[in-house]
Nanobody, 118 residues
């Protein structure tokens, strides 16, 4: 059974930094993408950043230059370094693992709250 456990959320002042981690347990193969999504109150869940098995990354425009996604394949862990945080970054952040083959599978973490406020 695959499980994703996020950590690192919390309350931070505008301009501050947080680092989110997501550790995966269970068998997920070797070819998979990992990502972070977020959902603010009253809004749809949106993609924040993804990183594929070749370490190519993709970011939503609003976080480019401020957030960095990385992964440690040996630990089956994905990270999101968030710098220069803004109040509009406030949301529940969800970790995702996407397995493209032989069958498309998506796994999600339970979410971790990030609140940016003075």
């Amino acid at each position: 059974q695959v499980q994703l456990v996020e950590s690192g959320g919390g309350l931070v002042q505008p301009g501050g930094s947080l680092r989110l981690s997501c550790a995966v347990s269970g068998s997920i193969g070797v070819i998979y993408a990992m990502g972070w999504y977020r959902q603010a109150p009253g809004k749809q869940r949106e993609l924040v950043a993804t990183i594929n098995s070749g370490s190519s990354t993709n970011y939503v425009d609003s976080v480019k230059g401020r957030f960095t996604i990385s992964r440690d394949n040996a630990k089956k862990t994905v990270y999101l370094q968030m710098n220069t945080l803004k109040p509009e970054d406030t949301a529940v952040y969800y970790c995702n693992v996407h397995i493209p083959a032989p069958k498309v599978l998506n796994y999600w973490g339970q979410g971790t709250q990030v609140t940016v406020s003075s």
